[in-house]
């Protein structure tokens, strides 16, 4: 009975005169002699992480901030780590990581991969409290791209502009892009083609293997979509498409022949052979010469040579070439030979009204566009 007044009165003593146990947690009262002391109870912080700021993005670094507090107002250290995967059961110390980094707030370089953001706080007598979070980073979804240029010459072709019938075309797909710098899959489309078209896409003959590239032989005007679908290794997918739109057949031109245009030729010696050839021909995608033309397109620059001594030139039947040589030994001095080239594809009937409107006695046989259409030259064997 006397034991338990007594500590009531050292109770309400306490109170009375140590708020501070209220005040600052919990306190263990002695009683001794007939005094009381108290010895306080030292309480463990809190601690939480702060929900990011922005999302967390594979590729980007991240930073990472927490709030802690003291019921003792004790100043609390802060100390940082990270696992791989999903969070474990935080309850299991096993779990805990060991290797942790003192500082205020946590910067993750570029994770790529779901982690486990940890925080312990612990005050000056080692109190601790830990909190930690999973992340799963985001994924950036890759950005499809399509860049169009002639294979010869390699020039680029900018939307709206048309491409040239009959050129091999390049899609370029290695400018699309991901954030996260994953590898990328290709995946090419020719969704639409105009009517008569057999074009397909293929692989480039300088990157047969490089995924990136897909050539195109346009062999009809009108509107060619080509598509692309850009693939990350987690699946993400964008895709994108093109329309190339290709321009119809233009008319061939002689632009550079040897002897050069015009030219008026004199031969000192009958057995020397004299040699015509077209250098250059101005035209869209027309292949050229005709030797190098894929089978599919077989004709389409065509040219026709015509010889005549003194008279209007006959012509060479199945002389489709871009050259043609006088045998030596065939004429003798005094021969005045006409040599005529004609050049024609496709558009055949547009040709042919240019020429039959030509004075057929004249040098050259131009368009209203300034077109080479027919070359003459004069030998003359002196």
Same mark, same amino acid.
């Given at each position: 009975?006397?034991?338990?007044?007594?500590?009531?009165?050292?109770?309400?003593?306490?109170?009375?005169?140590?708020?501070?146990?209220?005040?600052?947690?919990?306190?263990?009262?002695?009683?001794?002699?007939?005094?009381?002391?108290?010895?306080?109870? &030292?309480?463990?912080?809190?601690?939480?992480?702060?929900?990011?700021?922005?999302?967390?993005?594979?590729?980007?670094?991240? %930073?990472?901030?927490?709030?802690?507090?003291?019921?003792?107002?004790?100043?609390?250290?802060?100390?940082?780590?990270?696992?791989?995967?999903?969070?474990?059961?935080?309850?299991?110390?096993?779990?805990?990581?060991?290797?942790?980094?003192?500082?205020?707030?946590?910067?993750?370089?570029?994770?790529?991969?779901?982690?486990?953001?940890?925080?312990?706080?612990?005050?000056?007598?080692?109190?601790?409290?830990?909190?930690?979070?999973?992340?799963?980073?985001?994924?950036?979804?890759?950005?499809?791209?399509?860049?169009?240029?002639?294979?010869?010459?390699?020039?680029?072709?900018?939307?709206?502009?048309?491409?040239?019938?009959?050129?091999?075309?390049?899609?370029?797909?290695? &400018?699309?892009?991901?954030?996260?710098?994953?590898?990328?899959?290709? %995946?090419?489309?020719?969704?639409?083609?105009?009517?008569?078209?057999?074009?397909?896409?293929? &692989?480039?003959?300088?990157?047969? !293997?490089?995924?990136?590239?897909?050539?195109?032989?346009?062999?009809?005007?009108?509107?060619?979509?080509?598509?692309?679908?850009?693939?990350? &290794?987690?699946?993400?997918?964008?895709?994108?498409?093109?329309?190339?739109?290709?321009?119809?057949?233009?008319?061939?031109?002689?632009?550079?022949?040897?002897?050069?245009?015009?030219?008026?030729?004199?031969?000192?010696?009958?057995?020397?052979?004299?040699?015509?050839?077209?250098?250059?021909? %101005?035209?869209?995608? !027309?292949?050229?010469?005709?030797?190098?033309?894929?089978?599919?397109?077989?004709?389409?620059?065509?040219?026709?040579?015509?010889?005549?001594?003194?008279?209007?030139?006959?012509?060479?039947?199945?002389?489709?070439?871009?050259?043609?040589?006088?045998?030596?030994?065939?004429?003798?001095?005094?021969?005045?030979?006409?040599?005529?080239?004609?050049?024609?594809?496709?558009?055949?009937?547009?040709?042919?009204?240019?020429?039959?409107?030509?004075?057929?006695?004249?040098?050259?046989?131009?368009?209203?566009?300034?077109?080479?259409?027919?070359? %003459?030259?004069?030998?003359?064997?002196?």
């Amino acid at each position: 009975m006397a034991y338990s007044l007594l500590l009531d009165r050292c109770g309400r003593f306490c109170s009375r005169f140590f708020p501070i146990a209220g005040v600052f947690g919990a306190a263990v009262v002695l009683v001794l002699g007939g005094g009381c002391y108290t010895n306080r109870i &030292n309480v463990p912080p809190t601690v939480e992480i702060n929900e990011a700021p922005i999302d967390v993005w594979r590729g980007q670094r991240a %930073t990472f901030t927490a709030t802690a507090s003291d019921p003792d107002r004790d100043v609390v250290t802060l100390e940082w780590a990270i696992t791989t995967g999903a969070c474990p059961d935080a309850q299991d110390p096993a779990t805990w990581p060991a290797a942790r980094e003192t500082r205020p707030s946590y910067v993750v370089p570029s994770p790529s991969d779901p982690f486990c953001i940890w925080v312990f706080a612990t005050d000056p007598y080692g109190a601790t409290k830990h909190a930690h979070r999973s992340v799963d980073p985001k994924n950036h979804v890759p950005v499809a791209r399509i860049d169009v240029e002639l294979v010869e010459p390699p020039l680029p072709i900018s939307a709206p502009e048309e491409a040239p019938l009959y050129g091999q075309l390049r899609m370029i797909g290695y &400018n699309s892009m991901d954030e996260d710098d994953d590898p990328l899959s290709f %995946t090419w489309f020719l969704s639409a083609s105009p009517t008569g078209s057999t074009a397909q896409l293929i &692989n480039c003959a300088d990157a047969i !293997d490089d995924p990136t590239i897909r050539c195109l032989w346009a062999e009809q005007p009108g509107d060619y979509e080509i598509q692309l679908s850009v693939s990350d &290794n987690l699946g993400a997918t964008s895709m994108v498409k093109r329309i190339v739109k290709v321009a119809d057949d233009q008319l061939p031109c002689l632009s550079q022949t040897t002897p050069m245009l015009n030219a008026t030729v004199l031969v000192r010696d009958p057995k020397e052979e004299v040699r015509f050839d077209v250098d250059r021909v %101005t035209d869209d995608g !027309d292949p050229f010469p005709f030797s190098s033309s894929p089978s599919s397109l077989s004709g389409v620059t065509q040219f026709s040579w015509f010889v005549g001594v003194g008279m209007e030139p006959l012509e060479f039947r199945d002389r489709n070439f871009p050259s043609l040589t006088l045998p030596a030994d065939a004429f003798t001095i005094g021969d005045e030979i006409q040599v005529r080239v004609e050049i024609q594809d496709r558009k055949l009937a547009k040709v042919r009204a240019i020429l039959d409107a030509c004075d057929p006695k004249a040098a050259t046989c131009a368009g209203s566009s300034g077109c080479l259409q027919r070359v %003459t030259w004069t030998v003359r064997y002196l």
